[in-house]
């Protein structure tokens, strides 16, 4: 498993435990330190030109983090510093104690050094380049001033006003001995260390190089990115490309080109007063003056996490530096903190039908970045699957029958993985044909539901879920045959050829109620309905196809009141007719019958001569008929 998939689930454990800090957590990955060795910013070279940041407060941080009063207390109502958190299994969450209000502190991480100013201590290996791409760490005995004996680090993201997306990093260093004019670095990997390289550099990481000034009241903060290519003026090269710092390196190495951070991107001071330990919300300790140094940057205004963009550093390098050294010199005491920083979240977007696994495409409008790996299917046949470069995707359960609401495909999914922190939003087009938009429901993160449309605001390490919901329109035909008399007597055995949209046939036979009922019809559209059999002793009143256009109301044949389409045949009763002489006398009279209707047409069998003469006629329709009997004498 990814070391960064790992965090993210734990940042998301961690969300949820905020309300309850006993609340039972798994053990996740703590902070280690590893051995290697670590290039490291102190000063810059001689003639670069860096920016002082003066304390100014806090920097807009969700939390309102106070990084620029060198202590661990609240200065102000509604902040929080260091003395607002409280540890679980190592990893500090927020507390709802009297000192601080509640809120949500993700991925606060302590590291304490139990080797501290011994030669154990894990430091830089000596005799090695600043631009090294897997530096080796040795152990060894710093200067007190130089050595960390705690480490504290805090990130978060905003997802309200200003600040949408802006990712915050804030650190607290303590050392073993007081150091005003105190100098280190914060280096950021995109790898996590492995025990083969601890600090594994690639191109685009980033060194914080920090420096506190006139006893620690002022602070200048420098920014370097490690590149892998050697090209042209440093006015017109990329991120990864450019020349060395150093002048007589080549790439890979810490680039030329140097940010300076102002003082409302970053901000920090060294604790100028006595620290007492009830204070001390990181070691518990009393700490003179001078032994505790604290941070904070806005990372996206400083380019380090660029607005819009999801970017990851897995693991952060804590490297102090002696006062006043320059680039070249070796940094000391090292801490290797694997804590994932990050602005990603991951947003998921679900198409269910009721019933499930209905074979429909559905189409989608959203603000989500271009993803063609996300799933989901092809919206036009030739298409492709995924997020396309306007946000544009499409969704289908086919297959999905009979699943779950938690049970869902790579077909009826799309899932946004690296998606920077930020507000988002996904809406459901115009409802396909045959279905009817039900309801949307997300978990995770903050969001809002408005019908069809979504609304995320994404923090850091969010996993959000939405699923939308459409019913199937399914379509019902009642069919009703009874007796063209008044009491319009229901008729069962009545024959009927019903045919589909497509042209699909098939014959249905009226029930004891007279009734032939189509419901759960999936195909709408205009149905033909013909009577092609009256029940026994009927005849059919109306021979012609009846045509009904049968809609999507999902009725039920079951319904008291039924809502779908219907249509009434109606046949009318036939009587058989029988007129019939017989001569008394053998060989005696002779009969003439003669039967019409009121048109004066002949009916049955008629006419009939003979000493035993019978008209028969049947199924005749009510009206009038005249039989006309003639005896010949």
């Given at each position: 498993?990814?070391?960064?998939?790992?965090?993210?689930?734990?940042?998301?454990?961690?969300?949820?435990?905020?309300?309850?800090?006993?609340?039972?957590?798994?053990?996740?990955?703590?902070?280690?330190?590893?051995?290697?060795?670590?290039?490291?910013?102190?000063g810059i070279a001689a003639g670069m030109?860096?920016?002082?940041?003066?304390?100014?407060?806090?920097?807009?941080?969700?939390?309102?983090?106070?990084?620029?009063?060198?202590?661990?207390?609240?200065?102000?109502?509604?902040?929080?510093?260091?003395?607002?958190?409280?540890?679980?299994?190592?990893?500090?969450?927020?507390?709802?104690?009297?000192?601080?209000?509640?809120?949500?502190?993700?991925?606060?991480?302590?590291?304490?050094?139990?080797?501290?100013?011994?030669?154990?201590?894990?430091?830089?290996?000596?005799?090695?380049?600043?631009?090294?791409?897997?530096?080796?760490?040795?152990?060894?005995?710093?200067?007190?001033?130089?050595?960390?004996?705690?480490?504290?680090?805090?990130?978060?993201?905003?997802?309200?006003?200003?600040?949408?997306?802006?990712?915050?990093?804030?650190?607290?260093?303590?050392?073993?001995?007081?150091?005003?004019?105190?100098?280190?670095?914060?280096?950021?990997?995109?790898?996590?260390?492995?025990?083969?390289?601890?600090?594994?550099?690639?191109?685009?990481?980033?060194?914080?190089?920090?420096?506190?000034?006139?006893?620690?009241?002022?602070?200048?903060?420098?920014?370097?990115?490690?590149?892998?290519?050697?090209?042209?003026?440093?006015?017109?090269?990329?991120?990864?490309?450019?020349?060395?710092?150093?002048?007589?390196?080549?790439?890979?190495?810490?680039?030329?080109?140097?940010?300076?951070?102002?003082?409302?991107?970053?901000?920090?001071?060294?604790?100028?007063?006595?620290?007492?330990?009830?204070?001390?919300?990181?070691?518990?300790?009393?700490?003179?003056?001078?032994?505790?140094?604290?941070?904070?940057?806005?990372?996206?205004?400083?380019?380090?996490?660029?607005?819009?963009?999801?970017?990851?550093?897995?693991?952060?390098?804590?490297?102090?530096?002696?006062?006043?050294?320059?680039?070249?010199?070796?940094?000391?005491?090292?801490?290797?903190?694997?804590?994932?920083?990050?602005?990603?979240?991951?947003?998921?977007?679900?198409?269910?039908?009721?019933?499930?696994?209905?074979?429909?495409?559905?189409?989608?409008?959203?603000?989500?970045?271009?993803?063609?790996?996300?799933?989901?299917?092809?919206?036009?046949?030739?298409g492709s699957a995924g997020i396309d470069?306007?946000?544009?995707?499409?969704?289908?359960?086919?297959?999905?029958?009979?699943?779950?609401?938690?049970?869902?495909?790579?077909?009826?999914?799309?899932?946004?993985?690296?998606?920077?922190?930020?507000?988002?939003?996904?809406?459901?087009?115009?409802?396909?044909?045959?279905?009817?938009?039900?309801?949307?429901?997300?978990?995770?993160?903050?969001?809002?539901?408005?019908?069809?449309?979504?609304?995320?605001?994404?923090?850091?390490?969010?996993?959000?879920?939405?699923?939308?919901?459409?019913?199937?329109?399914?379509?019902?035909?009642?069919?009703?045959?009874?007796?063209?008399?008044?009491a319009a007597t229901p008729l069962e055995?009545?024959?009927?050829?019903?045919?589909?949209?497509?042209?699909?046939?098939?014959?249905?036979?009226?029930?004891?109620?007279?009734?032939?009922?189509?419901?759960?019809?999936?195909?709408?559209?205009?149905?033909?309905?013909?009577?092609?059999?009256?029940?026994?002793?009927?005849?059919?009143?109306?021979?012609?196809?009846?045509?009904?256009?049968?809609?999507?109301?999902?009725?039920?044949?079951?319904?008291?009141?039924?809502?779908?389409?219907?249509?009434?045949?109606?046949?009318?009763?036939?009587?058989?007719?029988?007129?019939?002489?017989?001569?008394?006398?053998?060989?005696?009279?002779?009969?003439?019958?003669?039967?019409?209707?009121?048109?004066?047409?002949?009916?049955?069998?008629?006419?009939?001569?003979?000493?035993?003469?019978?008209?028969?006629?049947?199924?005749?329709?009510?009206?009038?008929?005249?039989?006309?009997?003639?005896?010949?004498?």
């Open positions: 498993m990814r070391f960064s998939t790992y965090w993210r689930r734990v940042q998301a454990i961690l969300t949820r435990a905020v309300a309850d800090v006993g609340a039972l957590l798994g053990k996740p990955r703590t902070p280690t330190r590893r051995r290697g060795i670590v290039a490291a910013a102190a030109a860096v920016l002082v940041a003066t304390a100014v407060g806090v920097l807009g941080s969700p939390t309102k983090f106070e990084s620029d009063d060198g202590n661990m207390t609240l200065q102000a109502t509604g902040n929080i510093d260091w003395n607002c958190l409280s540890t679980i299994e190592g990893i500090k969450i927020s507390s709802n104690g009297s000192k601080c209000g509640s809120f949500d502190a993700k991925a606060y991480v302590s590291i304490a050094d139990p080797n501290a100013y011994t030669t154990k201590d894990i430091s830089w290996k000596p005799g090695q380049k600043q631009d090294t791409s897997c530096p080796v760490l040795t152990e060894g005995k710093s200067p007190g001033k130089d050595t960390f004996t705690n480490i504290a680090s805090y990130n978060e993201t905003a997802v309200v006003e200003s600040k949408l997306g802006h990712t915050f990093l804030f650190g607290g260093t303590i050392r073993f001995t007081a150091n005003g004019n105190a100098s280190e670095n914060v280096e950021l990997n995109q790898e996590a260390g492995t025990s083969t390289c601890s600090i594994p550099r690639t191109a685009g990481d980033k060194l914080i190089a920090i420096n506190y000034l006139n006893g620690g009241t002022k602070v200048e903060f420098s920014v370097l990115t490690w590149i892998t290519k050697v090209t042209g003026p440093e006015s017109t090269v990329g991120e990864n490309e450019g020349k060395c710092l150093v002048g007589n390196d080549t790439p890979p190495c810490w680039g030329a080109k140097v940010k300076t951070l102002s003082e409302s991107t970053a901000e920090g001071k060294t604790n100028q007063a006595e620290i007492v330990a009830e204070d001390n919300g990181i070691n518990n300790k009393a700490l003179v003056a001078g032994k505790f140094a604290e941070f904070g940057i806005d990372l996206t205004a400083a380019g380090i996490i660029p607005e819009g963009s999801c970017k990851s550093f897995p693991q952060t390098v804590w490297e102090s530096r002696s006062s006043g050294s320059s680039f070249v010199s070796n940094p000391e005491d090292i801490e290797v903190e694997q804590h994932e920083i990050s602005n990603c979240g991951t947003i998921k977007v679900v198409k269910q039908t009721s019933p499930r696994g209905v074979d429909k495409v559905f189409g989608f409008e959203s603000s989500l970045p271009s993803d063609s790996e996300a799933g989901g299917v092809a919206c036009t046949e030739g470069e306007n946000g544009h995707f499409c969704l289908n359960d086919a297959g999905n029958a009979g699943k779950g609401a938690t049970e869902n495909s790579k077909g009826n999914t799309v899932t946004s993985s690296e998606v920077a922190a930020g507000e988002y939003t996904v809406t459901e087009e115009a409802v396909a044909s045959g279905f009817e938009f039900d309801h949307a429901t997300c978990k995770g993160g903050t969001t809002t539901v408005d019908k069809n449309k979504v609304t995320v605001k994404l923090s850091a390490g969010d996993e959000v879920t939405c699923v939308f919901v459409n019913n199937e329109l399914l379509g019902a035909l009642k069919i009703t045959k009874v007796s063209s008399k008044a055995g009545a024959k009927f050829l019903v045919k589909d949209p497509k042209g699909g046939k098939k014959t249905y036979t009226t029930n004891k109620e007279g009734v032939v009922c189509l419901d759960k019809l999936s195909l709408l559209g205009k149905y033909t309905v013909t009577e092609t059999e009256a029940p026994s002793g009927y005849s059919i009143d109306n021979k012609e196809a009846q045509a009904v256009e049968v809609t999507g109301t999902n009725a039920k044949c079951t319904d008291e009141e039924f809502g779908g389409q219907s249509l009434e045949f109606k046949d009318t009763p036939l009587t058989e007719l029988s007129v019939n002489v017989k001569s008394e006398a053998i060989g005696g009279t002779k009969s003439t019958i003669t039967c019409t209707d009121s048109g004066s047409k002949a009916i049955g069998n008629s006419p009939q001569k003979g000493e035993s003469a019978k008209v028969s006629a049947k199924e005749l329709a009510p009206g009038t008929y005249t039989c006309e009997v003639v005896v010949d004498p």
